[in-house]
């Protein structure tokens, strides 16, 4: 029990570091607009010198299945990955009753998303009119 508990704390903070970041980099890149996808923000930032590494879109769609929890979304994550799901998952072969239930997160993870996030946004958060 104890540690269902932490990994749904672990969880939610990979949903609010995401989120976090994509706030603070919309509003510097202006991309706020319901078709400024990921891709579309991730050029603004390439344009700005700011290199958004792969780990961050990895995130981004650890935090889609964990709100959407569907096997669509987590096809999507593992086929990026695997490590974030339990030993021996497979999203073709397994059908939980929730999907996002199928992930663990470690430590190491956790700090490797953060490490990702710092490394791919601006230094301060963006001073605008």
Known sequence: ????????????LMVTLFHAWERIVRELTRKNKPTDNFEAVRVALQDQGIVV?????????????????????????????PDLF????????????????AVRINAEQVDAFFAAVVASGPVHPPRLP
Do not use: C, G
């Open 1 to 12: 029990m104890i540690e269902e508990t932490r990994q749904q704390v672990r969880k939610s």
């Open 53 to 81: 590494q792969s780990a961050v879109d990895e995130l981004r769609k650890l935090a889609n299945l964990v709100k959407h929890n569907s096997r669509q979304k987590a096809r999507a994550l593992w086929a990026v990955r």
């Open 86 to 101: 339990y030993p021996f998952f497979d999203p073709d072969q397994h059908f939980p009753n929730d999907w996002e239930q």
